[in-house]
């Protein structure tokens, strides 16, 4: 080989490569190890400058792409109602440390959201700190979600250099769907967090062997199931494998190892839920979406096998088939509705696991590398499996948990496949006799880049017309992507690096400009939907079903007595709109006159009124401030109100008004309707508010 040639194939150098950077390497690690000693300006510098041995331009990209999330995450909060639903449980949990630690809907602690109450804790945290409002409670979500970005690109850069790192946190910060829900109160962002810290101290323990990260990376994922359960535990097959087939340890330790995590990790899942069912019914609120008023039910029913097969005849089985992202198939992520959010770079991100792993298997059990593409492909295919399939109730946002497999596969893969490319058989170190066979791996890159900027102009052009933005992302995505591939092809023959890395550049500019685009959308277009939030112009079908606040109303994230609809009608005399159907009622909103009402006649008790649904009463308790019981859950359906129970309250004072009537969604149930009936016999109906009644001690028999 003649010296241009090894010239050409000779690897880029990075600071500490050069013998001037090797000397300023030991002079820094000299000057670190006087920063330990008691010196914090060094540690502060390399903050902000990076390693010695990162490339000069790795920490500045670093802080402009956390600079770009939070910029994405945090702009114009002001515009943002969140989820009304967790806006109300976070307020109750600042009125009633009861409610706080319950996650109840309501400061009397009559029944509990359908989730865990983690999240709950966070935002009701930040609210108790900073008073409550729209910032105080997205404050933490801003920060987690900038914290996963953070957390992805130091995991990815350990395993795969920093330009890997950068391509991974650039891609998470703007996956659409991130960005929509990191500005909303769905409990989601913080599940993601979470998964991460659990995934970095799996890594740490499959690179050392030890058996600490792997315990505190089971208390990671046991906190993400006190955030929503069993999705938490979609990563865990794939934790398992990975630390059991790569740990650096032997066989048996590995087993010991992993049999101590996992008690871990059953503790800190099991704890809030075994302390919650041991103590009494009377004593605690209704476990809202449980058939049975226990936490575990809604483990296994609602918030488990529920989500996963849909309606059946097992407990808490509730999901109904209720779909927002679309028909449950394999082709889910990628159809009108779910493609604009999450899929832009799956095709890119198949292509580089497969060929990462291809071009990595030759190496040790032990190799650091493969296990990270084990764990972040498995991440991805396990979630893409678990959503695409999933039968019950499903919302586009549920996706956001997938996003960081998709970013670290571009990043890793992506970098990987690069190299293969570039560097060729050659530079791969494969024998002569042998480069045919490996000249195929070298070629993956341009075809794995044309798919995915095809796709891109597929799903601008979904849109197209939708706006200036999406037009130009079009033009950018298909443009960019072909000058990339020409360019690559081109360089490779012509042996010419820097036309390689600047048809790379091009590649990336194109695989994000849609992304890029639908971002944009998210952060400065105002929220329309906290309960469903998405990314980018409306293609169809991702609003209706349970999950919505019922009549297609905006959610009310505003303080209680602020100004807005928060959910009411805007009559001045109907009690509940007269649309759905039901046995208690109030499914839809209440009338802010009906408010002032019952708050003028609400008489010392502890609740202000009984409505049907969640939705109706977490917009009443936004509006009046005061507590609202639930009586039916989220859609109607749990049987939180009995007779006996609504007697005992009604007797004691405790409740005087309550809505009921054929309006409203749900409440269908026996004991649902047997309420309704006694309420309407014994109740003393208010003639201003059609379906609303007062009931007394006396009216009890």
Not at 359 to 374: I, S, W
Not at 617 to 641: F, K
Request: aromatic share 10%; proline share 4%; hydrophobic share 50%.
């Amino acid at each position: 080989m003649n010296e241009k040639n090894a010239a050409t194939l000779a690897p880029p150098r990075h600071r500490a490569d050069t013998p001037s950077a090797a000397g300023a390497t030991g002079a820094a690690a000299a000057a670190g190890a006087a920063g330990d000693r008691g010196g914090l300006a060094v540690r502060v510098r390399r903050l902000f400058t990076g390693a010695p041995e990162d490339p000069r331009w790795a920490r500045p990209a670093l802080w402009a792409i956390l600079v770009l999330a939070t910029a994405l995450y945090a702009w114009n909060l002001s515009s943002v109602t969140g989820n009304t639903f967790y806006n109300a449980a976070v307020y109750s949990g600042t009125k009633s440390w009861k409610a706080f630690f319950f996650g109840a809907l309501d400061a009397g602690s009559f029944i509990t959201v359908d989730k865990p109450p983690f999240a709950l804790w966070v935002m009701g945290l930040s609210a108790r700190v900073f008073g409550y409002g729209t910032w105080q409670l997205l404050l933490p979500m801003v920060a987690v979600g900038v914290g996963s970005v953070a957390l992805l690109y130091r995991m990815v850069k350990r395993d795969f250099g920093a330009v890997a790192g950068t391509i991974a946190a650039l891609a998470l910060t703007l996956t659409p769907i991130t960005v929509a829900l990191t500005r909303d109160t769905n409990p989601d962002p913080i599940l993601v967090f979470l998964m991460l810290l659990g995934a970095a101290a799996l890594m740490k323990a499959v690179r050392t062997g030890r058996l600490m990260p792997l315990v505190w990376s089971g208390v990671a994922i046991g906190f993400a199931f006190n955030t929503k359960m069993m999705q938490a535990y979609v990563v865990l097959p794939v934790f398992f494998l990975v630390y059991l087939w790569a740990a650096n340890a032997s066989l048996g330790r590995r087993v010991r190892n992993l049999a101590v995590g996992t008690v871990a990790l059953v503790v800190s899942s099991a704890w809030w839920m075994v302390v919650v069912d041991l103590i009494p019914a009377s004593s605690r609120p209704y476990i809202g979406g449980s058939t049975d008023n226990t936490v575990w039910d809604l483990v296994i029913g609602y918030n488990g096998f529920g989500r996963i097969f849909g309606a059946s005849a097992s407990a808490g089985s509730q999901g109904n088939g209720a779909s927002f992202g679309g028909e449950a198939s394999v082709y889910r992520m990628f159809n009108e509705i779910m493609g604009g959010q999450i899929s832009w770079l799956i095709p890119f991100a198949i292509v580089a696991l497969v060929g990462g792993l291809v071009l990595r298997g030759r190496a040790p059990r032990t190799d650091t590398k493969r296990a990270a593409l084990l764990l972040w492909g498995g991440w991805f295919v396990l979630h893409y499996l678990t959503f695409a399939l999933a039968e019950g109730t499903f919302h586009p946002y549920y996706v956001t948990a997938m996003a960081p497999g998709v970013a670290a596969l571009a990043g890793a893969g992506g970098v990987m496949l690069y190299g293969a490319f570039k560097e060729g058989p050659v530079a791969m170190g494969v024998p002569p006799l042998d480069r045919s066979r490996e000249w195929g791996k070298g070629w993956v890159l341009p075809p794995a880049v044309a798919a995915s900027a095809v796709w891109a102009v597929v799903l601008l052009q979904r849109v197209s017309g939708s706006g200036t933005v999406y037009t130009v992302a079009q033009v950018v995505a298909g443009v960019a992507g072909a000058v990339a591939v020409i360019g690559l092809v081109v360089g490779r023959f012509m042996r010419r690096r820097k036309l390689i890395g600047l048809a790379s550049i091009a590649a990336v500019v194109a695989l994000l400009a849609g992304p890029t685009a639908y971002s944009l959308s998210a952060a400065t277009t105002a929220s329309t939907n906290g309960t469903n939030p998405t990314a980018g112009p409306s293609t169809g079908g991702g609003m209706g079903g349970g999950g919505g606040m019922g009549d297609g109303q905006r959610p009310s994230g505003n303080a209680p007595g602020a100004t807005g609809n928060s959910g009411s009608t805007g009559s001045t005399g109907s009690g509940t709109s007269n649309s759905g159907r039901g046995g208690m009622g109030g499914g839809s909103q209440v009338s802010a006159e009906m408010i002032t009402y019952l708050k003028e006649n609400q008489d010392g008790a502890t609740w202000l009124v009984a409505v049907a649904t969640d939705q109706t009463a977490s917009s009443i308790i936004l509006e009046s401030g005061e507590p609202v019981i639930s009586m039916g859950g989220w859609s109607g359906s749990d049987e939180a109100m009995t007779l006996a129970k609504l007697k005992a309250l009604v007797k004691a004072g405790k409740l005087h008004y309550i809505v009921v009537g054929d309006s409203g969604r749900g409440g269908n149930s026996t004991a649902a309707i047997e309420v309704a009936e006694w309420v309407k016999e014994n109740g003393s109906a208010v003639s201003d508010y059609s379906g609303l009644y007062r009931l007394d001690a006396s009216d009890v028999s």
